[in-house]
T-cell receptor, first 114, second 114 residues
Framework: AQTVTQSQPEMSVQEAETVTLSCTYDTSESDYYLFWYKQPPSRQMILVIRQEAYKQQNATENRFSVNFQKAAKSFSLKISDSQLGDAAMYFCAYSHQGAQKLVFGQGTRLTINP | DTGVSQDPRHKITKRGQNVTFRCDPISEHNRLYWYRQTLGQGPEFLTYFQNEAQLEKSRLLSDRFSAERPKGSFSTLEIQRTEQGDSAMYLC????????????FGQGTRLTVV
């Protein structure tokens, strides 16, 4: 079975600085998808960024980028120029087939210090 | 369309009672997913539908749980004879068919069993 591990329960960063959230996963599949989701307090989960395993190039979405190391099964999220609105729970997730049956990590609570 | 809608947002019930939750997906989305999220954990997959067909159920979905999507639009999740361990956030998500798709989440229904 696939598993996703986030080893950082909490992280904090000063506003405008850069922070990296870690994620490792385990799978025997060669083709899969990885995601970072953001869950603000009392609000719905939203997709931050997605990476297809067959793509060697790391995904980037504005201030958000990933470091995808397929051999090491590592998928970290870098947030540049952190903003107060980035404060949330961040979940790393895996799927063998796109949006179906996501397997989530335990989450990392990110605090932004003004 | 305002996104995925879940009702109610909060439910408090006594142990042993039955509860039913409703999810209205984004209208053009064929796939609908149910997840359960306990405090401090990532969401866990429960089941998913392709139109009205329930294609997969997790082992987490005991006999007391049943989900339906009768006309391929909204879905209901019923829990019979609730137990305190059922207390959690129940999340619904929907997506289009295909592998390169995004799952959109609702705000969830928080169930408290007393």
């Amino acid at each position: 079975a696939q598993t996703v591990t986030q080893s950082q329960p909490e992280m904090s960063v000063q506003e405008a600085e850069t922070v990296t959230l870690s994620c490792t996963y385990d799978t025997s599949e060669s083709d899969y998808y990885l995601f970072w989701y953001k869950q603000p307090p009392s609000r719905q989960m939203i997709l931050v960024i997605r990476q297809e395993a067959y793509k060697q190039q790391n995904a980037t979405e504005n201030r958000f980028s990933v470091n995808f190391q397929k051999a090491a099964k590592s998928f970290s999220l870098k947030i540049s120029d952190s903003q107060l609105g980035d404060a949330a729970m961040y979940f790393c997730a895996y799927s063998h087939q796109g949006a179906q049956k996501l397997v989530f990590g335990q989450g990392t609570r990110l605090t932004i210090n003004p | 369309d305002t996104g995925v809608s879940q009702d109610p947002r909060h439910k408090i019930t006594k142990r042993g009672q039955n509860v039913t939750f409703r999810c209205d997906p984004i209208s053009e989305h064929n796939r609908l997913y149910w997840y359960r999220q306990t405090l401090g954990q990532g969401p866990e997959f429960l089941t998913y539908f392709q139109n009205e067909a329930q294609l997969e159920k997790s082992r987490l979905l005991s006999d007391r749980f049943s989900a339906e999507r009768p006309k391929g639009s909204f879905s209901t999740l019923e829990i019979q004879r609730t137990e305190q361990g059922d207390s959690a956030m129940y999340l619904c998500a929907s997506s289009e068919t295909g592998v390169n798709t995004e799952a959109f989440f609702g705000q969830g229904t928080r169930l408290t069993v007393v």
